[in-house]
């Protein structure tokens, strides 16, 4: 018969490779280099585990915040337009133009931002310690390429399977926008919106469901980070559909990413992905 395994009291980390192991072993099972660094009371110490309420508020803040925030932005661009500009098709155009888009979209970024930093201003330390490490940094462009690369794999298969595939509308927009205002855009898509997707899926979302559940804390993560990037109606959707695996696989891997190196690992990757479609973009058009 077979006899269940059992779960480790607590957990060492390998100072040379780094592998987490059982922690009633010196030596670690990977490299076999001595392993006696301080014990750890789980096996996925870089999930950050900040307060679940906090957690919670976290995703509220840039779920649902993303969309009252572009809302209210819009409102008060509406009402500048009324107010500004008497002639109303001159006014639709403003309103529709790719300045009040980026705007938009840099205000609601860096409101989003700094809301997030304050509901996270006494873990600060602990959400920022690693971001300075050589090896975190070299870490997150491994990851960034990769996610980029797998990305391009499956639009590749796409593209060879005869299936017709374009930018879905949010890519679309974005590239719109690059290609207009580069550094609003490098600030709002490169920089911001990056830490704030971390910050909310990563450091809010997954750490939250993984305190249950690991398997569910990806399923649930990496498909609403795919969903949110959507915008589903009859005349796209399937375009939409065929788009949405790529924001999957990049969500699974900046997820795994977070899970085994950490949240400045996640989002150093999350930016490096995001400037080489930028570069890409600017460097095209």
């Not at 995703?59 to 500009?85: D, E, H, Q, R």
């Not at 006014?91 to 529709?96: M, Y």
């Amino acid at each position: 018969m077979f006899k269940n395994k059992k779960k480790p009291n607590n957990y060492r980390k390998c100072p040379i490779c780094h592998h987490i192991h059982d922690g009633s072993l010196n030596v670690c099972p990977r490299c076999s280099q001595a392993s006696e660094g301080e014990l750890l009371p789980t096996r996925f110490p870089n999930v950050i585990q900040v307060h679940w309420i906090k957690q919670i508020f976290l995703f509220l803040i840039g779920w649902g915040g993303l969309t009252a925030v572009s809302l209210l932005v819009s409102v008060f661009f509406v009402l500048y337009a009324k107010n500004a500009i008497p002639d109303e098709i001159q006014r639709e155009a403003f309103l529709d133009s790719n300045q009040v888009s980026i705007m938009l979209n840099l205000i609601t970024y860096s409101t989003l931002f700094v809301g997030i930093l304050g509901l996270l201003w006494k873990d600060i330390v602990v959400v920022l310690k690693s971001f300075k490490r050589l090896r975190t940094i070299a870490l997150g462009l491994a990851y960034g390429v990769a996610v980029m690369a797998s990305v391009i794999i499956y639009n590749l298969i796409i593209i060879f399977s005869g299936i017709e595939m374009s930018d879905n509308q949010n890519e679309s927009a974005i590239v719109t926008m690059m290609t207009s205002y580069p550094i609003m855009s490098l600030i709002a898509f490169v920089i911001l919106g990056p830490i704030v997707e971390e910050m909310t899926y990563r450091l809010g979302l997954f750490s939250l469901v993984h305190r249950f559940n690991r398997p569910l804390a990806y399923v649930v993560t990496m498909l609403v980070f795919g969903v949110i990037h959507m915008s589903f109606n009859q005349a796209t959707i399937i375009n939409e559909l065929i788009n949405l695996p790529s924001y999957i696989i990049a969500g699974t891997i900046l997820t795994y990413a977070y899970e085994r190196e950490g949240f400045a690992v996640s989002t150093y990757a999350h930016i490096t992905n995001n400037l080489i479609s930028f570069l890409l973009t600017t460097i095209q058009n």
